[in-house]
């Protein structure tokens, strides 16, 4: 049985009628071309993509123009993303009386190609019995399948420095690893 998934213009809509929805009416400067919720959907198609945010820019201007008509060059957006990403944070689910923490590794260069970068996110370390560079993400989640909360370290790092995202939720869940 294949199911078929609904056209982008539509996930793009939903997305942006649910940050709508969530945000409510957050004043924007007078001169600014795109509201907030605009800003903070296109934040979160940008998440959702995971490409390079030129890709990503690429991809939303030649597009989807039509849904963003008033859409800053990619500089700008980029910055704008960036200034209202902590709104982002009101999309995050609550906690449940029971949540799960786990971090999972996510290779991103070779390693070979490490050292390359002067300023790199990515550590060395090994994962499942070879070699990896990159980082972990680590996941709060409830029972719903909401992520509560989330934070990233490099690769090389232990599990236990993503403790203070248990402590946040003490006493209002129990966590499980």
Known sequence: MQTTLPPTTDI????????????????????????????????????LKGTGFKGFYRWISRDYLSLFPNLPERSRLSRLITRYAALCAEFLGE????????????????????????????????????WAVGIKLCGVINDFGEIVNFGWQPMNRHDQVFYPLVSALNGQSIVMG
Do not use: M, N
Not at 18 to 37: F, I, N, T, Y
Not at 95 to 118: N, Q, V
């Open 12 to 47: 793009i809509t939903h997305l942006f009628v649910r940050v709508d929805d969530q945000l409510g009416p957050v004043p924007r400067h007078p001169l600014a071309k795109l509201h907030v919720s605009e800003i903070v959907a296109l934040g979160l198609l940008f998440g």
């Open 95 to 130: 906690p449940s009386f029971f949540t799960i923490i786990d971090c999972y590794p996510i290779e991103l260069i070779h390693p070979r190609r490490e050292g390359r970068a002067k300023h790199s996110l990515a550590k060395k370390s090994k994962d499942k019995g070879r």
